[in-house]
């Protein structure tokens, strides 16, 4: 059973059904869709500038179960967080037997970030083939400066395409909100070391998984 404290950072099937309403509209009010969406642990992080700035730059999505949200190898363009339900998050792998296997490596709920690891090594030079991702947030972030700054003064020699390293799939009827990739730089410095080191590691670990953790950039 789930304590008072985690279902009082959860939103009840009436507010995303208003959520949903309030983003089919022509001129939402995001000033009320952060009354709702703030207690959630993801935006928790931020003020309500930057809240409500977020939710300008963002869709909202919602999925059936089993339904995929994006595939192992699809190119990125959208980070996501979980609003209510659950996601799946699925790997490739090659069993003993040489037959290719899609298994179940985690599962996310409420509140829950993913796809951002995606957004990571865009931006990047032309001539650069390949980018580790097993850098450090510290690294990333002055990265994303520098690079943001390069790009402005010489866009043309610039990529924006990096490929998922997993499928992820809806476990249960699932409301999402896909914050896009011009507020990467927003969500990464706001992340902690931890937070992407762990998410790294956990992935980097998983046995048996041939996990490339490199970006191929296609020019």
Known sequence: MKSTKAQENLLTFKEIIAVKEEF?????DFELLDSYLR??????RFDEKTRVNLLKESTFQEFKPGEIIFNQGDFGNYMYVILKGAVNIRKNRTSK???????VINTLYDGDLFGELAMMGTNQKKEKNVQD?????????????KEDNEKNNNEKDYIERTKRMATTQAAETTSLLAISRDYFK???LSTTQKELDDKLTFLMGIPCLSVNFSII???
Do not use: C, R, W, Y
Request: glycine residues 2%.
């Open 24 to 28: 089919k509209k022509s001129d939402p």
């Open 39 to 44: 207690i959630l642990k993801f935006f928790l």
């Open 97 to 103: 037997n040489g037959h290719m296997q899609n298994i």
């Open 133 to 145: 991702l097993t850098k450090n947030v510290k690294d990333l972030k002055e990265e994303a400066e």
């Open 186 to 188: 927003t969500i990464l």
């Open 217 to 219: 950039l296609h020019t």
